[in-house]
């Protein structure tokens, strides 16, 4: 049996030439304690088994390497130096199960996969340094909750044909991750990764905005499945992540896919903008493919939480098994799930057709979400999507789907039309015969237009106003009514008005006297009947007078035909009246006038005298007394001789074609010849034989006596001779002048005071 056989590097340097291209040990392990070993270009070191760099105290184990380093068993670095001084070196693992290990991460530019197996990482492992690139060839490498730091920020630092890299661990223990420090680089980043039974499932990140950096920044990636049972489904969560709550915040995990993404980006003051793209396999919602889910692939869409689960409409590749996510700064937990909104629409709202009824409709439909659960209508659950029974009101309508997903119809009012309101009113409800009634039909509610029905017979259709009026002349008392119904024949409504028709007084009246002469005194007689009974009266007696009694009395002081009216006012405020036209009449009276020539006193001397009839209105007849005791009929204008003296009441009557008639008496005076003659003033002591003595003179009078008083009633001259007068003394001496008294009498000769002593006292002026 072989030994195995271990070498121990202290300071040592490969070299390549020309005619020594390799230095390959056949060795079980080749370890590096705390040297610093050099792999020039061109040179190969072959490890048939495991590599090991590690530190001897203050010594760094160190491998600087520019060649190949080939080896079959693990790699292991427990230095600080991570192993590998990254520059253009490759390391190829060719063994068959190999792990990558140490207490210490390892660096490596460029890595191939050969051998067979899986590569699996048992520490945080860096790879691709500035331009290296990983290759996996055909073979996977399991990340075995560590993450894989690629440093070449370049889309093609991870190569493949068939291989993969198997993240699939949860958060505990801990992801395993794809750390890729892209920097500010944009392009299409290929993730590749692979289940455990390896199934390739790429998670592909297309940077299209490069990110403002804070350091070196990075986008990481990681996913794993879930498990399957109903009872923990979909577990366990993503780290921070509080449950998976939908967009409805119910629990939705029997609607996701049985798988998680976390991608993040590091060190970016803004993170780039990218297009992720995630793989997932029909098992992992397929129940036919062992998943207890409840999907329908084609309802996938993207689902990303950030404080909770928000939906992201991407693009769905049912056959690729591919989901896009749309363009954006989202970093953080991603799945797939089902996604449906559910939404109601309202169809058709009806109003109640008659106030009161309930027949109005509501109608509506949903996209059924996840499927539908119940409808609330006010609260009380329903299947209905349609009622044709509801009353007026505003109605809130809930749909629920079985996720527990809701939309609402919020207030949907349901109207009906205003109940009807009918008043029929009256300007009077007692009126008086033959007063018109005026009926206002007042109505509202309903729907227009309204037909309306009275009473009387009339039918109208088609009323869009809110009132009618219509007039009428009731002649006894009535009862009116109205009905109206509208549009949809609701029921009717109705209103009446009854009607009190007073009856009017019954007006008559006579008079004593229906013609005659001007001065014509009437009576009048009210022959109004005494049923109903009448409050007052109104006469109207033609010429311009009224009165307010009962039966009144008139003279007519003008000639005239005259209407005369009776109005009367009953208890109940009726009015009714009569006129009578033409009925009192009124003749005119004629005017009496004459004159009489001479125009003056006559005497017995010259006794004729002449009459001129100047009447008006008259020429029926003539009749004259001329005072004398002589009369004379039917000469307008006669002539008179007197027989005596004295004063004569000469009467004229004349008489109109009426019967009318009118006098005028006027005195004619027949003087005697008997005169005095009395003056008023004299002038005694002027000498000149004028006017020089007071003295009466005349003739036909005797018994002649005349006394002269002073002032002071002291008679100072006395006489019983005519032809002897005053010389204005007294005793001798002459009189002041002024103003004298004086007292004559004497008795006439003819006239009708013949023989009766006539008195005459009066006053004369004595001048100086």
């Keep these: 049996m072989n030994k195995q056989r271990k070498y121990v590097l202290k300071g040592l340097a490969i070299m390549a030439g020309l005619a020594w291209p390799v230095v390959t040990f056949a060795q ?22 495991e590599v090991i760099n590690t530190n001897n105290g203050a010594n760094i184990g160190l491998i600087n390497n520019s060649g190949t380093i080939d080896l ?109 420090n892209i920097g500010n680089n944009t392009g299409t980043y290929i993730y590749p990764f692979g289940t455990a039974a390896a199934a390739y499932i790429p998670f592909t990140n297309n940077v299209t905005t490069s990110g403002v950096q804070a350091g070196t920044g990075y986008i990481s990636a990681c996913t794993y499945p ?39 980006a590091g060190n970016y003051a803004s993170n780039p903008v990218t297009t992720k793209k995630m793989t997932y396999q029909d098992p992992e919602w397929d129940p036919t493919a062992g998943s207890t889910n409840t999907i329908q692939e084609p309802m996938l869409d993207g689902w990303y939480y950030s404080g909770g689960w928000t939906h992201q409409a991407g693009a769905e590749n049912t056959v690729a098994n591919e989901f896009t996510f749309p363009s954006g700064t989202s970093y953080g937990p991603f799945t797939l799930g089902e996604y449906k909104n559910l939404q109601m629409q309202l169809l058709n709202v009806d109003s109640v057709v008659c106030n009161g009824q309930s027949n109005g409709l509501i109608q509506f439909t949903t996209n059924q979400g996840y499927g539908i659960n119940t409808y609330y209508w006010n609260g009380a659950s329903s299947p209905d999507t349609i009622r044709n029974t509801l009353t007026a009101g505003t109605y809130t309508i809930i749909a629920e789907d079985v ?6 119809l919020l207030n949907v009012r349901v109207d009906e039309p205003a109940a009807f309101a009918m008043s029929l009113t009256a300007n009077d409800y007692s009126i008086c015969n033959g007063d018109p009634l005026v009926l206002t039909a007042n109505f509202s509610g309903g729907t227009k237009p ?91 007696l033609g010429n311009g007078t009224t009165s307010t009694l009962q039966s009144p009395a008139l003279t007519y002081t003008y000639a005239g035909s005259f209407n005369v009216s009776l109005q009367a006012t009953s208890d109940s405020g009726c009015v009714n009246s009569i006129t009578k036209n033409a009925y009192i009449t009124a003749y005119p009276v004629p005017h009496a006038a004459f004159y009489y020539n ?27 007394d001329f005072g004398d005791g002589h009369t004379l009929g039917y000469v307008d204008n006669p002539s008179h001789f007197y027989q005596d003296t004295g004063i004569f009441q000469v009467n004229l009557i004349v008489s109109n074609v009426y019967g009318c008639y009118d006098s005028l008496k006027l005195p004619v005076k027949i003087n005697d010849i008997s005169t005095i003659y009395i003056p008023n003033a004299f002038t005694p002591g002027q000498a000149d034989g004028i006017n020089d003595v007071f003295m009466v003179s005349g003739i036909d009078f005797y018994d002649f006596h005349m006394m002269i008083f002073n002032r002071w009633g002291q008679k100072i001259y006395e006489t019983n001779d005519a032809t002897k007068g005053w010389d204005g003394k007294y005793g001798g001496t002459p009189c002041e002048k002024g103003v004298y008294v004086y007292k004559i009498n004497c008795t006439p000769v003819h006239g009708p005071t013949r023989s009766l002593p006539k008195t005459y006292v009066g006053h004369v002026t004595l001048v100086r």
Aim: net charge negative; with cysteine; charged share 10%.
């Design 226 to 264: 879930t498990v399957t049972s109903p009872a923990v489904n979909n577990r366990p969560l993503p780290t921070g992540v509080a449950d998976l709550n939908n967009n409805c915040q119910t629990e939705h995990a029997a609607r996701m896919l049985d798988r998680f993404w976390v991608v993040n």
């Design 450 to 540: 309204y037909t309306l029905i009275s009473s009387t017979g009339t039918f109208t259709a088609g009323v869009t106003t809110n009132s009618t009026v219509a007039s009428y002349h009731p002649s006894a008392p009535t009862t009116y009514w109205l009905s109206m119904t509208d549009k949809n024949n609701c029921p009717p409504k109705a209103d009446t008005a009854k009607i009190n028709v007073n009856a009017l007084p019954n007006v008559d009246f006579s008079a004593d006297n229906t013609s005659g002469c001007v001065r014509l005194d009437v009576k009048f007689t009210n022959l109004t009947a005494a049923s109903p009974p009448v409050t007052s009266w109104l006469w109207n």
């Design 28 to 49: 079980n392990e080749f370890y590096n304690n705390g040297s610093g070993v050099t792999v020039q270009p061109g040179a190969l070191i072959y490890v048939q088994g």
């Design 598 to 624: 001479p125009p003056f006193d006559s005497n017995i001397l010259e006794p004729e005298v002449d009459f001129v009839n100047t009447s008006t209105n008259a020429g029926a007849t003539v009749n004259w």
């Design 72 to 180: 079959s068993g693990d790699w292991t670095n427990n230095s600080t130096s991570g192993a590998l001084n990254a520059s253009t070196g490759l390391v190829e693992l060719l063994g068959a199960n190999q792990n990558i290990k140490g207490t210490q991460p390892s660096t490596f530019n460029n890595m191939n996969l050969l051998g067979s197996g899986v590569k699996t990482l048992m520490v945080n492992t860096y790879v691709g340094g500035n331009t290296g690139v990983l290759s996996l060839g055909s073979l996977p490498m399991d990340l075995n909750s560590n993450t894989l730091f690629v440093t070449n920020p370049v889309p093609g630092a991870i190569t493949r044909s068939t291989g993969y890299i198997i993240s699939e661990t949860a958060p505990v223990p801990g992801y395993g991750t794809i750390q890729w």
């Design 403 to 408: 996720m527990g997903c809701k939309d609402t």
